[in-house]
């Protein structure tokens, strides 16, 4: 990390909810190498990331709470004194906020809302960033999406992590609570479930592989996608956080790449050595949602923060796979 960052860090009180997840875990181990003081919440709700593995390494040198982003009183004693709040807490699959959009509702926007009155009453000065999707865009018009594409969000998920944008846009231009707004593309990588393909599809292709499974796809697998690596990925969170001329300010956070899906596939099978490709038919529930190609354009946070990102798609999945080789019995 540079050095700056690493002074900005240092002795810094973090929390991070959603923290034994998988981004919120990666921030909380590099958090803790650049010398701050990590405390994380989180629900351990099914069916999401949460791990306690995934912080195995760091669990003398953190806090963990067990609580929900919907507890008013936990939520205030967990932001008191707090410089930093990373928000990682949320329903994650759009797929499910289709089945169940009060879930959806109640942690993605009742549940940051609760997260940033608790940091206005008992934190205001603390830096707060939120992750969003690139599903707030809803169908692409054109590629690569900056931010100033229109939103159209398709699922509860989608819209209401445009809602939650922008309630942090409130609290920043109201309440002046200094926030950074992420709208992530599909990321992948370390730390990540491998239990179901709700989200994060890279890996769930990267558990079938290794168990010799059949990968699935729907439709031809053309569309294509920008995958980022989560290492990659937390390395901007915490950049941004670091930098004043971030606040306030919308990111798109990807690779910048297009990658067909198909070829994805084929390279996640071609690393692990086994497993194989098969195309399907779109299931109607999958089509009704579909956005086309997404392609992320991050020239608005790599001429603002200095970050880029650094490893490729055939490198971040051969990172993937040997992590899960390495500690298999932990994820499967
Ligand atoms: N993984 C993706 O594909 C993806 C894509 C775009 C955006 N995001 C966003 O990034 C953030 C982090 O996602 P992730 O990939 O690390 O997911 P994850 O499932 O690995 O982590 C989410 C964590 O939040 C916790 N959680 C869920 N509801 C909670 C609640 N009510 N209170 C406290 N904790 C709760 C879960 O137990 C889990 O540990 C989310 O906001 C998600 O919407 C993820």
Same mark, same amino acid.
Request: aromatic letters at 12%; glycine letters at 6%.
């Given at each position: 990390?540079?050095?700056?960052?690493?002074?900005? +860090?240092?002795?810094?009180?973090?929390?991070?909810?959603?923290?034994?997840?998988?981004?919120?875990?990666?921030?909380?181990?590099?958090? $803790?190498?650049?010398?701050?003081?990590?405390?994380?919440?989180?629900?351990?709700?099914?069916?999401?990331?949460?791990?306690?593995?995934?912080?195995?390494?760091?669990?003398? *040198?953190?806090?963990?709470?067990?609580?929900?982003?919907?507890?008013?009183? @936990?939520?205030?004693?967990?932001?008191?004194?707090?410089?930093?709040?990373?928000?990682?807490?949320?329903?994650?699959?759009?797929?499910?906020?289709?089945?169940?959009?009060?879930?959806?509702?109640?942690?993605?926007?009742?549940?940051?809302?609760?997260?940033?009155?608790?940091?206005?009453?008992?934190?205001?000065? @603390?830096?707060?960033?939120?992750?969003?999707?690139?599903?707030?865009?809803?169908?692409?018009? +054109?590629? !690569? =999406?900056?931010?100033?594409?229109?939103?159209?969000?398709?699922?509860?998920?989608?819209?209401?992590?445009? $809602?939650?944008?922008?309630? /942090?846009?409130?609290?920043?231009?109201?309440?002046?609570?200094?926030? $950074?707004?992420?709208?992530?593309?599909? !990321?992948?990588?370390?730390?990540?479930?491998?239990?179901?393909?709700?989200?994060?599809?890279?890996?769930?292709?990267?558990?079938?592989?290794?168990?010799?499974?059949?990968?699935?796809?729907?439709?031809?697998?053309?569309?294509?996608?920008?995958?980022?690596?989560?290492?990659?990925?937390?390395?901007?969170?915490?950049?941004?956080?670091?930098?004043?001329?971030?606040?306030? *300010?919308?990111?798109?956070?990807?690779?910048?790449?297009?990658?067909?899906?198909?070829?994805?596939?084929?390279?996640? =099978?071609?690393?692990?050595?086994?497993?194989?490709?098969?195309?399907?038919?779109?299931?109607?529930?999958?089509?009704?949602?579909?956005?086309?190609? /997404?392609?992320?354009?991050?020239?608005?946070?790599?001429?603002?923060?200095?970050?880029?990102?650094?490893?490729?798609?055939?490198?971040?999945?051969? *990172?993937?796979?040997?992590?899960?080789?390495?500690?298999? *019995?932990?994820?499967?």
């Amino acid at each position: 990390m540079l050095d700056n960052v690493e002074h900005f +860090y240092k002795g810094k009180k973090i929390l991070i909810t959603g923290g034994l997840g998988m981004i919120g875990s990666s921030v909380a181990h590099k958090a $803790v190498a650049m010398g701050a003081e990590v405390t994380i919440v989180d629900a351990v709700k099914e069916p999401y990331g949460a791990n306690y593995f995934n912080v195995d390494s760091i669990k003398e *040198q953190i806090a963990i709470v067990i609580a929900d982003i919907r507890d008013k009183q @936990a939520m205030k004693e967990a932001v008191k004194k707090k410089d930093i709040v990373f928000n990682f807490a949320a329903q994650v699959s759009h797929n499910d906020s289709i089945a169940d959009p009060f879930l959806d509702a109640d942690i993605n926007y009742i549940g940051h809302l609760n997260v940033l009155e608790c940091i206005r009453l008992e934190s205001p000065n @603390a830096i707060v960033v939120n992750s969003g999707s690139r599903l707030q865009y809803g169908p692409i018009l +054109y590629n !690569p =999406v900056d931010e100033s594409h229109p939103l159209d969000p398709k699922t509860p998920y989608a819209f209401n992590k445009v $809602v939650a944008e922008n309630m /942090y846009k409130y609290y920043h231009n109201i309440h002046n609570i200094q926030c $950074v707004l992420f709208r992530i593309a599909n !990321p992948y990588g370390l730390r990540c479930q491998m239990k179901h393909a709700k989200y994060s599809i890279i890996n769930f292709f990267i558990g079938q592989a290794m168990k010799g499974n059949t990968i699935t796809i729907f439709g031809d697998g053309e569309q294509k996608r920008d995958y980022i690596f989560n290492e990659d990925m937390t390395d901007a969170f915490l950049i941004a956080a670091a930098t004043p001329s971030s606040y306030g *300010q919308v990111f798109n956070l990807g690779s910048g790449i297009g990658t067909k899906f198909s070829e994805m596939a084929k390279t996640i =099978v071609e690393i692990v050595g086994k497993g194989s490709v098969e195309f399907v038919e779109w299931p109607e529930n999958y089509l009704n949602v579909e956005t086309g190609d /997404y392609i992320s354009n991050i020239s608005k946070i790599t001429s603002t923060i200095p970050w880029a990102p650094k490893t490729d798609l055939h490198d971040g999945i051969k *990172q993937t796979i040997e992590y899960y080789q390495q500690y298999y *019995q932990y994820y499967f």
